[in-house]
């Protein structure tokens, strides 16, 4: 499809390069995650969050400026908050000699499913960012890429490397968590799919009780990724899929419980406003092979497509307040 279709751009007589050369393409990539280990709301202002559970699935930007284009465009043509961040960065581009383009194409490639709950939209947003900021000279530090998305949708904590606790309505750090050793997660998906931002429009049931439980839960978890306890993180993870039920509930949950159990797994994480439930195994239990072979057995027989994922790593991310978070 030839830009003139795509998203109203058009072409512009030529006007010559840019002065000093031109401006090369940029590449941005991030990962997505399986749903949350933990979402809920804090007993305090502002207190939505959620700790990210980032999974070896990735999205990959494109973005080649053109001088002699009028506007961004955007293949595939429906990633339309890519290309509504792609323009904002553009037209607010520094241009203190005149010649920095004004337009250019945004490629994003991802292997992420949309609307599951797998951070798919935050994963094209982020990479789309970085792409785009590399492209036309801009740094973009996670503090700057927070404030860029805080005006499209509520956006997960995929800019950070590690686990991270995110305000995701409000698009800020709360603290970087850090690492945890690999796990398998052997997933299915109900079906349909869950817009980000009218899910966030929904009122949160959650009483002063949940919110305190969470609270307590987001403590729980954070001693557990200090000291790398899978077997608590999983539990953590089960009872904030659980509490998820009141707002978005999973008709497979009982059973995906019984099937962890089954297999020996560490508990069951979901996408808290997506359509995913999965079963996570420690990846370097010797076993795991074996339990992930048997889960998705069992999966296959209650949803019929199965996806196994492999969470990922980040050993030299060290847990932080958000007081020491990424400079701006």
């Not at 058009?10 to 991030?30: D, F, K, L, Q």
């Not at 009483?207 to 000291?227: K, Q, V």
Request: glycine content about 10%; aromatic content about 4%; hydrophobic content about 40%.
């Amino acid at each position: 499809m030839k830009p003139t279709q795509e998203a109203g751009a058009r072409r512009c007589p030529p006007r010559g390069e840019p002065a000093g050369g031109t401006i090369g393409s940029g590449v941005g990539t991030a990962f997505g995650t399986f749903g949350e280990l933990l979402q809920g709301v804090l007993p305090e202002k502002d207190g939505d969050f959620l700790v990210t559970l980032p999974v070896a699935r990735w999205t990959r930007a494109t973005f080649r400026p053109d001088p002699h284009m009028s506007g961004v465009v955007v293949r595939p043509a429906h990633k339309r908050k890519a290309l509504q961040l792609a323009r904002a960065i553009v037209e607010q581009a520094p241009r203190p000699t005149g010649v920095m383009p004004t337009g250019g194409v945004l490629t994003v490639n991802s292997v992420i499913p949309e609307g599951k709950g797998l951070a798919s939209s935050s994963a094209d947003l982020v990479a789309t960012a970085r792409a785009v900021g590399q492209a036309l000279g801009i740094a973009m530090p996670a503090a700057r890429i927070e404030r860029l998305l805080a005006g499209i949708e509520p956006t997960d904590g995929v800019l950070y490397p590690g686990i991270v606790a995110f305000h995701h309505r409000s698009v800020r750090l709360r603290a970087v968590l850090g690492s945890l050793p690999a796990m398998t997660v052997v997933g299915i998906d109900e079906g349909g799919a869950v817009d980000t931002v009218d899910f966030n429009r929904i009122p949160k049931p959650f009483t002063t009780a949940d919110r305190h439980e969470y609270a307590r839960l987001l403590d729980r978890l954070t001693g557990a990724i200090r000291s790398r306890d899978l077997a608590e993180v999983g539990r953590v993870a089960t009872r904030s899929a659980l509490m998820n039920q009141s707002l978005r509930h999973k008709r497979s949950l009982e059973r995906m419980r019984e099937i962890s159990r089954e297999v020996g797994g560490l508990g069951v994480a979901v996408g808290h406003s997506g359509t995913t439930l999965g079963v996570l195994l420690d990846a370097a239990d010797p076993a795991c092979p074996h339990r992930a072979t048997a889960a998705a057995r069992a999966c296959r027989e209650l949803a019929g497509g199965v996806s196994v994922y492999r969470t990922l790593s980040f050993p030299n991310t060290h847990s932080r307040e958000p007081s020491l978070a990424l400079p701006a």
